[in-house]
């Protein structure tokens, strides 16, 4: 079955970095669409960064020259790092994959994406 498992969350100070992982199993990795949520109490869940299987990524405004989405296909494992991390960065970060092309108006949707890890916890200190 299709499995997605976070890793690299932590505490840091603002200004500080984090590199995500986010390692899957269970499905042809390439075939999929996959991306970086994040979500906070009271909040939604938001589309941080998504990355199809050439390699083209998409970013939310708030993380643009601040977070990398990248892969590793043969590794199966999908990377997110955070430089210039900011208290409003603090979150739950989740990996997710889609095993369809999300629309463009649609990328950083929660609802186009088919499966989900548990999570990693992101906390910024200011």
């Known amino acids: 079955q299709v499995q997605l498992v976070e890793s690299g969350g932590g505490s840091v100070q603002s200004g500080g970095s984090l590199r995500l992982s986010c390692a899957a199993s269970?499905?042809?990795?390439?075939?999929?669409?996959m991306g970086w949520f994040r979500q906070s109490p009271g909040k939604e869940r938001e589309g941080v960064a998504t990355?199809?299987?050439?390699?083209?990524?998409s970013y939310a405004d708030s993380v643009k020259g601040r977070f990398t989405i990248s892969q590793d296909n043969a590794k199966n494992t999908m990377y997110l790092q955070m430089n210039s991390l900011q208290p409003e960065d603090t979150a739950m970060y989740y990996c997710?994959?889609?095993?369809?092309?999300?629309?463009?108006?649609?990328?950083?949707?929660?609802?186009?994406?088919?499966?989900w890890g548990q999570g990693t916890q992101v906390t910024v200190s200011s």
């Open positions: 269970g499905f042809t990795y390439s075939s999929y669409y």
């Open positions: 997710a994959a889609a095993n369809r092309q999300p629309r463009w108006w649609s990328l950083r949707l929660a609802r186009a994406y088919n499966y």
């Open positions: 990355i199809d299987s050439a390699g083209s990524t």
